[in-house]
């Protein structure tokens, strides 16, 4: 059987998974000998246990737990339920990742009308123990019975109504008990059964309670934006009680080592005199800084100082602690590794290895690489953004803070933003035909589709705020409005904000700060390029994006999807004609009109990557997401066509697919229309002849998606080779070129071996891969998602994140059978995914050649990789 | 370096690979003694080296044919274009399947302008060496040098009007090299040159020839159709000419050593006097029945009769042989196992067991699951069929013959059947909505879909005839018309037929003959029942379907689909209002109103299959599918539910998904709807309950569909186990269930262990599986498929046949793990795969317990099985 309790002395900071962050760093402050107040542990493992056993605790659990209970009474000299020296504790959650305020706490446990009375002679204090009696039989309430807390705030109020007072202090020790006779009465009439008077009853209930708040409402939400799995479980720390509100040499506060702003090395923090911790946090009165300290109490402070420091050598980082002085005597509650923002996360990991306290490798392993985003992206002024008014929350789907005014048309976007306006596109979903609309707009707002849909994507790439799948708006496109949650109306012109960061949208215009990077962002990036293996590669289609990429650290593009060159205004129409041209000879008329503005597309992307590895993917997507689809669009088409509008809606009709996603799109386009390849594989060809012939060295590599069977990709390829060699041929150039194919369909991944005997690389398309996996559709999840998220099922989008379970195993066979048919074959990967730092890890794993990723996901690709490559060493 | 050629006397019939069927049979006759005409075979291995050398016959090939060339004309004592003494051949292809009149065959091949002059006096015929002459320039002429033959008949017509006779054999010695000029003119003026008087060059480019017509459009659409490989590649067979047409003691003819049509045992065949192998064919003189030989040439009719029963016990089977009789002289061209009809091969089956030549196992082996389609659904008079007319032709989507009145409507259709009308129902492509329709219609003609469409599932599961995706018929489903590819016109009304064994639809009324079974076909039934280990059950939603199965062998039912129940009219209504209902109170209001009838639908299966397993899928379309699209039906429906056409037409476009088979689906509806899997499971139950009580032993096997993930599997299964439990605890009833999920997305094959712990059973959605494996919907591979077929991509319908490199592989693994985790893990197939012998093979490969197909396939199944277990003994 397996240990369940563990005592402070028992434990380290080693320890974390088993007693939780907050847990093992007790266990390790007592081992540092440092003033820490005595306690014991219950583990992850009783929780993770409570679940399997339908929530309850098993008597064997309870018998340890009471065991040591037993031992610890004795230890600290104490009795639960002794007036004349009673054993009170605090109960407080702790999980194996800080996830801070989002579970519950219980002081003051082993209170009761006994006992408080006891409290009161040892105290000489009649007040404080009332006044702690109230407070537990609140809390304990509350957390464990789920008698909600406004109940007792209202019978507080009341009695300091009829006393006419204001503040809690100014009632006294009378006032106090009356207010625990009220909450007890309430408890009665709530409950029905009195307050329970038993401290093991209140022990036992109150670990239950914390094991039970592991699944809370917001501890959930706060897992799946962190990516905590569920399965993790909390333990629970017990601890003897330490009162800051003793009187005026007691007190608490809250301090970090350095300033988590902005990585000072200076002490930073806050304390309050006579008070406790929720105190603290109720921000009732105002706290002094910890200077201050230095002149209440110069012991206290000069000990504390001295932790402190002693503390951030120990953990070799910068310390977030919180202490509680008892009349004169200091004691430390918790440290742990203190949050921080990114420029503070920058200046502290560069200011410890210039102090030699740690080298880069720990210094990289610091900053978690997802923080990087807030150093690239406008974020709203703090102050503005605490005064804001949120009206809905979407998905974060592409980060940054923006304001402007709502327009739902992309062409009205656009008119408003060349009368000089800021503009918010706001659509129900976006498609490629909205791309100039997007590229005017400050931010993108849509009501469907998820972390990896249309808009999401070109946002991120684009390095735009966007906020997607908005559900709880009602977006009316046609009517141009949209109505929130509580009814409020939004018309077209209306200022709203959005932060992409969080998925807040704000009403009106919330100030926002633009990003700069610091000299020690430059130092961290050049730290991480040392130690990684993997390549860094961008996702990109325009040479704005490419030359920002590649600013950014990019060492190459990874995927150039091309369908998005096709929506320009110019070439639209071309286009469209080869589409809807029933013959191959008009087909290959309108395709050479568009040649020559390919081919400079192409031109231009080689010269900004100057040489670097240029991967470019045949047309993708549907034909049919080309078309029009308004009436008036159809009608103007079908004019410039000569057709009737019947005509050309019957051909659009007849385009419909009924899940287009595994219908006619990807290498499927170019085994029916091989022309477009044609047309495609010239252009690139002839546009890097033409930068070679100007000195460069470029060598394109061509991309097949959407392959799904060996033959086929025979096929496209051998369209591909021959009309490249013709070129060399005809012209005389001279030309590397290298021809390979996504992955993205589960049967390429399982036939690898055969495919990859005509793929000089593989580049994983996690994002289709995913979704075929799963047999899950990115733009239809959004119905089902938020029922698998409260019955548990999902902890997070599974189209947003890589999973290594079922999509892995695939990438898994995928790289073991390519490399067996190819042992040189070039592997990376160009979802969404290949920004994202655990899918990275998982990249590295596998012996990838690169990751390719949005150009402003490029830095946190960087770090991710030296992270990975550091930590499979 | 393989050889390449081979002599008749180097093979045996176990070669049929490298010689091919014709070859090696060539081979073995030679080597039991018969008179086989002398000749060399050019191996399946030079044909595929053919085409991996870009179409054209390396050096050493050519080499080590005319190597062969050589010494075969010293074996024979003949020379290449040697006047006094030349050898003439036949050059003819022989795959390793039989592909009759597939490819094709140069005969008279050695003939020049010298070499015919010298055959003249050879043969002192100068008229016979002409004719030779002339057909070898034609066929020469049009099989390797694609000079159309009817250009030559157009020709030999001019000759004979000159002479104003009509027969060819009118013409004479001087006529006959008139037309040989006459070709040699039409050659020369076509390709530019004269025609090859080199009979080497002739030979060379006739073998070639063959090769190519391996790719050849026929051969390509037979090979589809009959799953021939395309890799495998086809033989030459050269061989020394011998002449049935040297006067009235020589013939040409072809028998079977039993009945092909009845099975029979006794010599069936015709022969005709005075002529070559393709006369006969031609039809232009009528043959004389094999018995009148005996009378015509006994000696000859004796000998042949010793060879036929020589070659049946030889090969132990019926054989079909091509024999010629030059000046009295038997020469054996060819014997094969005949090809027969399923009644046939019933008969001689049985009847060779009876006669002690074979034994079961050898007999199951002989019969090809495929044909007793024909004894289960009507066909067409074979008469009438020949004079038939056809229109069109679509995929033969479901077995069998019918006609009747085309109707666009399922409505439509119903009433006319209701007036008494034989009814054929034709629509672009069906929904579950048309079933009624479907089930009164003779047939079902769609203009989309594939072989596993809506239609095409539907109608095999009814056993009735569906031809799909027939796209080269305009249909007008609103203006109630189709027209064909030759612009004909058919209207509400007209009268057409369709074979959905063959996929053509006819103009007019063809007669067709009801389906009798023999009792040979019983007896092999019980033949393959005591052989096999697989089991077979049925897939199967209704009590007619269920019975027709049970009645056929099925022994459980393997898939019972409850969507197809909503679909009465009596409750279509309230699950209507249960879709579109906003709160779930509403939604179990409506589904209590459906309850009692589910339950008796269950109690209807459940006495029909009487104690056998009874698998039933909870609820898997998305909910759109169920909704009215028509205006009329939606104002109808809206009326009805205190709604505007307009709030319905809201609600119905707000389930509208892009994707919808990766959408709201499967158990993802019992997820967001838990009420909806209760009240199936609580029907289920209280149907089973019901049953037993009454004596039964039903052990209802509830199946989850769509898993995608162990988690979301587990809380479906708590909610079926709630159910069921509370149930059983409520009602004090004892009864077994299982709870098991279908494996039809990729993760779910690929996390199989994970999900094996909370499933009793796997069933492989093969449809589904296969559609997400290859990111291919079926609904949408139509307007791909031809394209990919014409290019060599694809051979087939991937979604169509069990692809066992890739989705066989994910079935491996989800066995393998499945059983890793739970080893008496229960294992099935329920795609429409299930009834096709080569997946069942590979279920029996793979250790299923058990493969479910429409009632129709069962004995298909039952014999395929057993095939399969005999083959892996």
């Known amino acids: 059987m397996p240990k369940y309790v563990y005592k402070f002395s028992e434990g380290n900071a080693s320890m974390r998974n088993l007693l939780g962050g907050k847990g093992a760093n007790l266990a390790e402050m007592t081992g540092l000998g440092l003033p820490v107040p005595r306690g014991f542990i219950v583990t992850t493992e009783a929780c993770t246990r409570y679940y399997e056993d339908k929530e309850s605790i098993a008597p064997e659990i309870a018998d340890e737990i009471f065991t040591m209970l037993a031992d610890f009474e004795k230890t ?3 009795t639960f339920g002794d007036p004349k020296n009673p054993l009170l504790v605090s109960v407080r959650s702790g999980s194996r990742a800080s996830m801070p305020g989002m579970m519950d706490t219980i002081l003051n446990l082993g209170l009761n009308d006994v006992v408080v009375e006891g409290l009161a002679e040892l105290t000489e204090n009649k007040r404080f123990a009332y006044d702690s009696y109230r407070r537990f039989i609140a809390m304990f309430s509350d957390v464990v019975m789920e008698v909600p807390k406004s109940s007792f705030e209202d019978e507080l109020d009341a009695v300091k109504a009829s006393r006419g007072v204001k503040l809690d202090t100014d009632l006294d020790a009378e006032a106090m008990k009356e207010v625990v006779e009220r909450y007890k009465a309430l408890y009665l009439d709530v409950k029905g059964h009195s307050f329970p008077q038993d401290p093991r009853e209140q022990l036992i209930e109150s670990i239950i309670a914390v094991f039970r708040s592991w699944n809370n409402e917001r501890a959930i939400i706060y897992r799946r934006m962190n990516d905590i799995p569920g399965s993790w479980g909390t333990a629970v720390n017990v601890q003897e009680m330490v009162y800051g509100n003793m009187g005026d040499t007691s007190g608490t506060g809250v301090a970090f080592t350095r300033n988590p702003s902005t990585g000072e090395s200076k002490l930073y923090g806050e304390f309050l005199i006579n008070a406790q911790g929720e105190d603290v946090v109720a921000g009732i009165r105002t706290p002094q800084t910890i200077d201050q300290l230095q002149e209440v109490m110069p012991d206290v402070y000069k000990q504390f100082n001295d932790i402190a420091h002693k503390l951030e050598a120990h953990y070799r980082d910068m310390q977030d602690m919180e202490f509680t002085i008892e009349r004169g005597k200091l004691f430390m509650l918790q440290t742990r590794n203190g949050k921080r923002t990114a420029a503070a996360a920058m200046k502290i990991a560069v200011d410890l290895v210039n102090e030699g306290m740690i080298n880069k490798e720990e210094a990289l392993l610091k900053i978690d690489p997802k923080q990087l985003d807030a150093l690239l992206h406008p974020t709203f002024e703090p102050k503005a953004l605490k005064q804001a008014k949120p009206i809905a929350r979407g998905l974060p789907a592409s980060p940054g803070a923006a304001f402007g005014r709502v327009y739902f048309d992309a062409n009205e976007a656009t008119r408003a933003s060349e009368r000089g306006e800021k503009v918010i596109l706001v659509r129900l979903e976006t498609s490629p035909e909205d791309i100039q609309g997007m590229n005017v707009a400050q931010g993108i707002l849509t009501g469907r589709g998820g972390m990896t849909s249309h808009a999401a994507v070109v946002a991120r790439g684009m390095g735009k705020c966007c906020v997607s799948g908005c559900s709880e708006l009602n977006i009316q496109e046609k009517n141009k409005y949209f109505v929130t949650a509580d009814g409020t109306k939004y018309l077209e012109g209306d200022d709203i904000s959005l932060d992409g960061t969080t998925g807040y949208v704000y009403s009106g215009q919330v100030p926002t700060m633009e990003a700069t990077l610091s000299g020690d962002f430059a130092t961290i990036m050049a730290w991480a390029d040392e130690f990684r293996t993997l390549k860094i590669r961008t996702n990109a289609d325009t040479v704005r994006d490419a030359a920002k990429a590649v600013e950014l650290g990019a060492e190459g593009i990874g995927l150039c999807r091309t369908e998005h060159m096709f929506f320009e205004p110019d070439r639209i129409f071309a286009f469209r004609q080869m589409i809807v041209a029933k013959e191959e000879k008009a087909r290959r008329a309108a395709l050479e009109k568009i040649l020559p503005m390919q081919r400079q597309d192409f031109i231009g992307l080689f010269e900004v990557m100057r040489g670097m590895p240029v991967t470019i993917r045949l047309l993708d997507p549907p034909l049919h997401e080309f078309l029009p689809q308004e009436d008036n669009e159809i009608k103007e088409l079908a004019d410039a066509l000569n057709l009737s509008a019947k005509e050309l809606t019957e051909i659009i009709r007849s385009l419909h697919e009924i899940n287009p996603m595994m219908g006619h799109r990807g290498c499927r386009l170019a085994v029916t229309y091989p022309e477009i390849a044609e047309m495609q594989t010239r252009a690139i060809i002839e546009a890097a002849v033409a930068v ?6 470029v060598i394109p590599e061509i991309m097949i998606p959407l392959t799904c069977d060996a033959a086929e990709l025979k096929y496209v390829k051998s369209l591909i080779v021959e009309t490249a060699d013709t070129i060399l041929r005809e012209t005389g150039a001279k030309l590397t070129y290298k021809v390979g194919t996504m992955i993205e369909i589960p049967r390429a991944a399982l036939t690898a071996d055969e495919i990859a005997r005509d793929a000089d690389f593989f580049s994983f398309g996690t994002n289709d891969l995913t979704q075929m996996t799963y047999g899950l559709s990115r733009d239809d999840a959004g119905k089902i998602l938020d029922t698998y998220y409260s019955k548990k099922i999902f902890e997070s989008d ?25 042992p040189d074959i ?10 994202d730092p655990s899918s990275i890890a998982f990249c590295h794993q596998l012996g990838f050649d690169y ?15 030296a992270q990975s490559a550091i930590n499979s060493k």
């Open 692 to 697: 070679n012939n100007n000195g460069m060295s």
């Open 851 to 865: 990751v390719s990723c949005s150009p402003f996901r490029v830095p946190i690709a960087r770090l991710a990789a």
């Open 76 to 78: 600290v000299g104490k």
């Open 826 to 835: 070039k592997l990376g990967i160009c979802g969404e995914h290949g920004g």
């Open 798 to 822: 599974p189209t947003a994140r890589l999973d290594l379970v079922g999509v892995g195993k695939l990438m898994q066979i995928a790289t073991d059978l390519g490399r067996q048919a190819r």
